[in-house]
């Protein structure tokens, strides 16, 4: 059996774990983090690949119940201006007829789910923390890997691999080393996220409310089941407004004040979410983090011989849309259908990534005019 090594645990890097190993292959983790903590906020998962999730065999329970990933079956996503006047409602998940859900989580918790889900498939040893890839060496039947200790930066002992699938994400330096130093574009926006707590419901207490003018826009939405249940709001925000030079890092974690987005926050007052206006609920906001938005091309071709790339290390998504825990996920999927596919074949890992990156390209940009 070709020995697979998965360069990142992240949301793309679990799901491909999983379906790789689901296709038969013999699966192996190297993570940065050296532990697992809470990062991030707020995250949107659409129907369509919290079916390849339930397709692997992770029973939708895990993700919804509020003891495990206590997600939201999202109903709906609505439109407002500015001044708080509707615009428009589109049905989403169920409600619109999907076989599943689409899925408001908090980052940490629905990861938290994938990654447990990996633990108990793969086995404690074939997940290892705290190890930073550093660089590769392609030959033409196996890959050597390099990878440091996050916590000493001491370098590991050389992995040698039959097939290394990088998926570590937006900054990735498997892609780094594959084709060397992308210059990333400043898209001239910022973003800025928090969490609060509202002892009330908004709407049905599973819908995402968006309102906005040309500048900028605001978005919040719930991402606790448990809070819904009892008549709460766990409210994941979002402010994503123009800056003309980048205002903060390229950063999950990077923290911000209120005071940089109180004005701006104030032209949203027309509209309340559970009661309270966009200010309001950033006033209830313990922490807030704000990062420079950038944008990167995807990849012309996903094919690089015995190695391959997924999720926002292959197509860096902008943080709209529900698109890049999405993306990650639908790449997952299209790999391990691609390596069982190959297997049968008997084309072996080339056939693979061939068949992966043909299948990828079409959907992630290579076609655009
Ligand atoms: C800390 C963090 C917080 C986030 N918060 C949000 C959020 O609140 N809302 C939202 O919509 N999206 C968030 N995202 C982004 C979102 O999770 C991804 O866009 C999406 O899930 C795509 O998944 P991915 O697996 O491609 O990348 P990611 O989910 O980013 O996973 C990449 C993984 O690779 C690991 N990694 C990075 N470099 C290396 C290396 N050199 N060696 C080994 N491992 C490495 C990272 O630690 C990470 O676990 C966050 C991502 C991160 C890393």
Known sequence: MAKTVVVGGGIGGCAAALALH???????????????????????VQAVAVSVLTDLGIPLEKFHAPSEGDA???????????????????????????????????RAK?????????????????????????????????????????????????????FAVGADGLKSRVCRALLGDGAPRYTGRMIYRGLCEVEAIHADGCTVSLCGHENGNFICYPISEGMREKGQFLCNWGLCVLRT????????????????????????????FAGLTPLQLAERTEKIIGWSLFDRDPLESFDFGSVTLLGDAAHPLLPYGSQGATQAIMDAEALGVSYQNAMAKGTGIRGCVKEYSDLRCEVTGKERT
């Open 22 to 44: 689901r296709a038969g292959a013999d699966v192996i983790i190297y993570e940065a983090a050296p532990e697992l903590k809470e990062l991030g906020a707020g995250i949107n």
């Open 72 to 106: 939201i079956f999202t109903s709906a996503v609505e439109y407002f201006t500015a001044e708080g006047f509707f615009i428009s409602s589109e049905k989403v998940g169920l409600a619109a007829g999907a076989s599943q859900p689409q899925l408001s989580a908090h």
């Open 110 to 162: 629905f990861h938290s789910t994938l990654l447990a889900e990996c633990l108990r498939v793969l086995g404690q040893e074939k997940v290892i923390l705290n190890s930073r890839f550093t660089q590769l060496e392609s030959f033409e039947d196996h890959v050597i890997l390099h990878f440091e200790k996050t916590t000493t930066k001491d370098p590991m002992p050389p992995v040698r691999c039959d």
């Open 245 to 272: 030079h980048p205002g903060g890092e390229e950063k999950w974690t990077s923290e911000a004040t209120l005071e940089e987005i109180r004005e701006e926050l104030e032209e949203f007052g027309g509209n309340r």
